[in-house]
């Protein structure tokens, strides 16, 4: 089952912060966040263990709770350069090789 | 070092005819999966492979299929194509496929356009 995004869209301005959530009706194994610019391809930001393990890169935060099966991507002093579609990718464990579940994704605007 | 590339970057098509798309992973990596993506499904896993072996399929007719090759380069065959074939298909490829732990990156991707 797909997990859920909001919102949907978000619009800022520079310096602005934003969170982006993520909910699943299923226990979640591992959340995982991608940014996707329009004609690109998605570009790995995080990872989010169950148990809090978090691995990524770049000026982006994230947290996973699991007693909500819930992941919230934070975007804090947002730059130009943060634009694009945000989505999470799912892991629901077992012999799940290869397989993410992603949301329907945020699109995220920001202006100068 | 190199990213995964995808070839063909666009395609068009005529319905009924068949397509082959190929993902060149990251060097080292062994897994492919294949994503399907459009703007009212999403993102949506079609199937993945580890050393030229199926591990996982999602819930695309079997007109979609797809092999990996001994050097984990993968391909994707998609025959009797339809007007709802249209999309962007994305290969991504890791070490193992075992995502809790494995980070999946991701091809820019061939645009499939059917008339």
């Known amino acids: 089952q797909q997990p859920v995004q909001s919102p949907q869209a978000v619009i800022l301005r520079e310096g602005e912060d934003a969170v982006i959530n993520c909910s699943s009706s299923?226990?979640?194994?591992?959340v995982h966040w991608y940014r996707q610019k329009h004609g690109e391809a998605p570009v790995f930001l995080m990872i989010l263990l169950k148990g809090g393990e978090q691995k990524g890169h770049e000026k982006i935060s994230a947290s996973f709770n699991e007693k909500k099966q819930q992941s919230s991507l934070y975007l804090t002093a947002s730059q130009l350069s943060y634009s694009g579609t945000y989505f999470c990718?799912?892991?629901?464990?077992?012999?799940?090789?290869?397989?993410?579940?992603f949301g329907q994704g945020t699109i995220l605007t920001v202006h100068p | 070092k190199a990213g995964v590339t995808q070839t063909p970057r666009y395609l068009i098509k005529t319905r009924g005819q068949q397509v082959t798309l190929s993902c060149s992973p990251i060097?080292?990596?062994?897994?492919v999966s294949w994503y399907q993506q459009t703007p009212g499904q999403g993102l949506q896993f079609l199937f993945e492979y580890f050393s030229e072996t199926q591990r996982n399929k999602g819930n695309f007719p079997g007109r979609f299929s797809g092999r990996q090759f001994s050097n984990s380069r993968s391909e994707m065959n998609v025959s009797t194509l339809e007007l709802g074939d249209s999309a962007l298909y994305l290969c991504?490829?890791?070490?193992?496929?075992?995502?809790?732990?494995?980070?999946?990156?991701f091809g820019p991707g061939t645009r499939l356009t059917v008339l």
């Open positions: 060097s080292g990596h062994r897994s």
């Open positions: 299923k226990a979640l194994y591992s």
């Open positions: 991504a490829s890791s070490w193992t496929g075992g995502y809790s732990t494995d980070t999946q990156y």
């Open positions: 990718g799912t892991e629901y464990g077992g012999t799940s090789y290869g397989k993410l579940t």
